[in-house]
């Protein structure tokens, strides 16, 4: 199995420890950013993955290294739905990490809910946090993406129509195979100006999108296989890498 040179691949033993090594290379990753530029910019990702790479840096000493006050959230894609709901991916951020954060609020940006400013109306959500992408400064340094088990990155899924979508930032999601039907997400260019991408990948059920992804290179059939930035990482546990050609690198 050949990788190109921006991009590079991690499989550790267990989801655990993938959530582990992920949230101390999380860490990293925003102390680096900001030594050189005072801030640093992440995107969160929902989903069991995500969430488990939240849970992993709420429960690490190292997290105190980080300067939580100069640090920008951003996410990568939300279900429509009212403020505080379960389902949505920001309450499940606050409830997994956020909360225990000294963040600044003004550098949190959670996408609309479906009873926030813009409305019941997901076109006009997506336009709202399209608006305040257009403001924030540079790049992202890490973008994460959770991988689903049909190779759907963010909300952006096999074969619909917002995969294709390339004219804008964010984009409203509607009629999703996966519930809510309703969504938010960036877009592929959006995902694609980030610095550096991270896409995590653990358990069996993520095999086959795994293998599909890094075979593929049609992001409308496989849309992980096109979500890749400056530089590129993926995460895997050893079930997830179990379809893989070859592996290129392991770690334990
Ligand atoms: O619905 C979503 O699913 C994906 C993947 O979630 P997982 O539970 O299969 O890991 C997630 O990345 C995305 O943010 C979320 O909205």
Not at 55 to 61: E, M
Not at 75 to 92: C, I, K, M, S, V
Not at 100 to 127: Q, T, Y
Not at 211 to 230: I, K, Y
Request: hydrophobic residues 45%; glycine residues 8%; aromatic residues 4%.
């Amino acid at each position: 199995m050949t990788l190109p040179p921006n991009l590079s691949l991690l499989v550790h033993r267990d989801p655990e420890l993938m959530a582990q090594a992920a949230a101390a290379r999380l860490i990293t990753a925003i102390v680096d950013a900001q030594a050189a530029g005072g801030s640093a910019s992440v995107v969160l990702t929902g989903g069991r993955n995500g969430n488990g790479l939240l849970a992993a840096l709420a429960g690490s000493p190292a997290r105190d290294a980080v300067d939580w006050g100069h640090v920008d959230l951003w996410w990568g894609d939300e279900r429509f739905l009212p403020a505080g709901h379960p389902d949505r991916n920001y309450t499940q951020a606050c409830q997994a990490l956020l909360d225990a954060l000294p963040l600044d609020p003004a550098r949190v940006r959670p996408m609309p809910a479906s009873d926030g400013p813009p409305g019941d109306d997901p076109e006009a959500a997506a336009e709202a946090y399209a608006a305040e992408l257009a403001d924030a400064p540079g790049p992202f340094d890490v973008l994460l993406l959770g991988v689903g088990p049909d190779t759907h990155v963010a909300s952006l899924f096999p074969g619909h129509p917002a995969v294709r979508v390339t004219d804008r930032t964010v984009v409203a999601v509607r009629e999703a195979p996966k519930p809510p039907p309703t969504r938010i997400s960036l877009t592929l260019p959006a995902i694609r100006s980030a610095r550096q991408v991270w896409l995590l990948a653990a358990g069996a059920d993520k095999a086959r999108a795994a293998a599909t992804a890094l075979a593929a290179s049609d992001a409308v059939e496989a849309p992980a296989s096109g979500a890749f930035g400056t530089r590129t990482l993926w995460l895997l546990d050893q079930a997830a890498a179990a379809e893989l050609p070859e592996l290129p690198a392991t770690t334990a």
